[in-house]
């Protein structure tokens, strides 16, 4: 079946130091992927979008995430974060076969050490 | 600017006692989407409107029915709402939903948080 498998519940870093949240789908081919960002009490914002092209795609926020076919990969990444970066990232991909829906993974919840 | 918004943003009930939510878009979007959130937990998809279509969700309960009276405008009905039903309620656009599309990219509203006493 489709899924989307973000393998840590929770990521705690220090604040400056870099960030690196990960993503895995299960899929044939490739699908529309997604990072959204959930402050606490608050609704989803998008961060980035990958659908085709560039593998290495820029988001709001000084984020970025990288898609790797080799590995069903869709990793995010920030090189120094800020305390107002604690929040839940949630990853998320529109299959062929899901219907067009979103397929979301678990989200991760990211702490940071002051 | 264009924007999903959600009213209220919270919204207290009394067990079994009907309650309403309300969306509205200003995007000019053919799909309404209503999701269910609970805490730590990834969005849960209830149904979607495209245009006046209504798709329901296999496993949502029947306690949850929705109106879309026109474009702009969608409603989440909870008939009898139970101690369960109290989650992060969110609204979600997209300007279609068909094909391997950007058209599908989602755009979410900020919530209501429904309580149940």
């Known amino acids: 079946a489709q899924s989307v498998t973000q393998p840590d519940i929770h990521i705690t870093v220090s604040e400056g130091a870099s960030l690196e949240l990960r993503c895995n789908y299960s899929?044939?081919?490739?699908?529309?992927l997604f990072w959204y960002v959930q402050s606490p009490g608050q609704g989803l914002q998008l961060l980035l979008k990958y659908f085709s092209g560039d593998t290495l795609v820029q988001g709001i926020k000084g984020f970025e995430a990288e898609f790797k076919r080799s590995q069903s990969s869709f990793n995010l990444r920030k090189p120094s974060v800020h305390w107002s970066d604690a929040a839940e990232y949630f990853c998320?991909?529109?299959?062929?076969?899901?219907?067009?829906?979103?397929?979301w993974g678990a989200g991760t919840k990211l702490i940071i050490k002051p | 600017d264009a924007m999903v918004i959600q009213n209220p943003r919270y919204q207290v009930t009394q067990f079994g006692k009907p309650v309403t939510l309300s969306c509205s878009q200003t995007?000019?979007?053919?799909?309404m989407y209503w999701y269910q959130q609970k805490s730590s937990q990834a969005p849960k998809l209830l149904f979607h409107?495209?245009?006046?279509?209504?798709?329901n969700e296999a496993d949502t309960p029947d306690n949850f029915q929705s109106r879309r009276p026109n474009t702009s405008f969608c409603f989440l009905d909870i008939r009898s709402p139970g101690l369960g039903d109290a989650a992060m309620y969110l609204c979600?656009?997209?300007?279609?939903?068909?094909?391997?599309?950007?058209?599908?990219?989602?755009?979410f509203g900020p919530g209501t948080r429904l309580t149940v006493l």
């Open positions: 409107y495209y245009d006046k279509d209504f798709n």
């Open positions: 998320a991909a529109i299959l062929m076969d899901s219907n067009y829906q979103l397929i």
């Open positions: 979600a656009t997209s300007r279609d939903n068909v094909g391997y599309s950007s058209y599908n990219e989602q755009f």
């Open positions: 995007l000019n979007h053919n799909v």
């Open positions: 899929y044939g081919a490739t699908p529309y």
